[in-house]
């Protein structure tokens, strides 16, 4: 199925609703809608939202959980001509105010309680700037609500494919957020690839089981209602709930991020033998070989691990096989994209090299919000450069080294964080690891090792030295070695090594190296 020539997002939606009106479109913790009702439910929102001043090209800061209500968002959004600027709900007031202001924020939709906090902890920001809570009823009779229940209303019709639609922010929305552009035609073409990549048709069932805020859930989302199929949306992330919802609601394909995969590999109940589930890929961050094998083991379905940035989208696809000897890779590059390594002057390194990885892709952002000198830095003529280090063999296969800033630079050698952590993740004690730079002055930087004992295995940390010893050069052994009981993540699972420095300062003496 062609999504990616038609208009809009909300008008091709529409049109499912007007084919297949009773065909379930989308469900979320127990709540089914069928086409006919998310079409009436969208439009009605895209109304009321007109109606209290939303207009083309409008910011709307959001902060919702995974719910039909963010959904219907995006549909709505999307019939206006709006712009979405999505938050965690989690944020503190005050983070979500630095986020608005620095996206010309215009409204804001969040659960009535985000509301009255802003008010509370921001008056002057919210003084003029109107909220809105969509639900189901207003029994409280609150103004701020907008209720979906009965409200009738025919699309607006307002948006375009060249409309900005969703900023999404990449550094976090703390410090100094860089708020990503995502035009409609951008999420209509990225859609296309994944559907055309992963064989999907109209009779997918596609779980969303990530944070809505960030664009894979929204992408998950978004996707099937544009094929026809039905969108299944996880309130929240946890192995049970996640297996119950594969078998209870019939799922098909999903993209989950790594450490939710890692974290489903090591449950012992996670049976999926007898699954729905035709295709599942992982995404966000590099899957070890050893994990991949089990993972593959374990599925029993088509598994494929991708590579890429907000920025750039999916850039490579690896279709998993334990026998292959490109395991270890993260695949080549999809059709239409460009791949080089390059070191620091921008020139290409020889086959086999590392350096920065680059990409040329269809599927790139529109640039950074207002931010046109970050926007022209972040390019190599018409390369992204993704600030990953990264090698390509003779065979086209992407070998991703970790983040270049994260690289530790000890005594001017460079040391890639990924290489330690393969060295000894494999002890059956360890749970998972991460190695980071500690500053030092003879040094520059030191290598350190943040490790997680599994639950009932005593921490074996003189073991973990002599591993070591025997697998690593002398240059990359690290110097202290942390026991920590968790590593840091941020919502998508990725590991937050800046924050690791902290949290290993606030552990005792015992088990440093």
Known sequence: MNIAGTTTLAGTIFAHASRQPAKEALWCDGVTLSYAELAARAAYLSRSLFDLGVKQGAHIGVALPNSVEFALLLVAAADLGAVLVP???????????????????THVVAPIQILRQLREECPAFMQGLPGVCIAADNAGGDPSLVT??????APLH???AEDA???????????????IVFEQRTKLVRAQTTIDLYSLNESERI???TPMYHSLAQRLTLMPLLLGGTAVILPRFSVPLWLETIATQAVTFTIAVSSQLAQIARDESAALSKSSLRCIVSSSALLETPLKQRLAELLRCEFHECYGTSETATATDLAVNPCDMSLASVGRALPGVDLRIVDGNGNDVPIGGEGEI????????????????LTRQAMLGDYFRTGDAGRLDGNG????????????ITGGINVYPKDIEEAVETLPWIAECAAFALPDEGLGEIVALAVVARPGMPADVRGLKMRCVECLADYQIPRKIFVLDDLPRNAMGKILRRELPSKAAAVSGAGHA
Do not use: N
């Open 207 to 209: 779980l969303a089981a």
């Open 148 to 153: 979906l229940s009965d409200g009738q209303a």
């Open 165 to 179: 639609y969703i900023l999404t922010m990449t550094s976090g929305s703390t410090g100094d957020p860089k708020p």
């Open 158 to 160: 307002l948006g375009c």
């Open 358 to 373: 680059v990409c040329r892709t269809p599927l790139l952002f529109a640039g950074y919000y207002k931010r046109p000198e």
């Open 397 to 408: 296969y992407l070998f991703f080294r970790g983040r270049l800033k994260e690289i530790i």
């Open 87 to 105: 938050v965690s709900p989690a944020l503190p007031a005050t983070a979500m105010q630095r986020a608005f202001t620095a996206t010309d924020v």
